[in-house]
């Protein structure tokens, strides 16, 4: 598994433009099982687009360079949302 540091050297790569549009992302865990937990950030979080970065972007540029990570998840993703009505 890689390491804290690995995976934030991948994710440093990929933050310009994720910040160019006013988001970002934060590593949370790196999990045993391949997993890596992430949290989108800034106007990344809960924006429509933000699964196609996650998936098509932040995954596919770790699994490049770890094979051994098989998944990458935004903890905001298991988090209920109120529209307030």
Same mark, same amino acid.
């Given at each position: #598994?890689?390491?804290w540091?690995?995976?934030? &050297? ?18 949370? !865990? ?9 949290? #989108?950030?800034? &106007? %990344?979080?809960? %924006?429509? #687009?933000? *699964?196609?970065?996650?998936? &098509?972007?932040?995954?596919? &540029? ?14 905001? #993703? !298991? *988090?209920?949302m109120?529209?307030?009505?």
């Amino acid at each position: #598994m890689p390491t804290w540091e690995e995976v934030e &050297a991948v994710l440093d790569e990929i933050r310009p433009a994720l910040r160019f549009d006013g988001g970002d992302v934060e590593l949370v !865990d790196i999990k045993d099982d391949g997993t890596v937990l992430v949290r #989108m950030i800034g &106007a %990344c979080s809960g %924006c429509g #687009m933000s *699964v196609l970065t996650l998936k &098509a972007g932040i995954e596919r &540029a770790l699994k490049n360079r770890f094979p051994e990570i098989k998944e990458v998840k935004d903890v905001n #993703m !298991d *988090v209920p949302m109120s529209f307030g009505f």
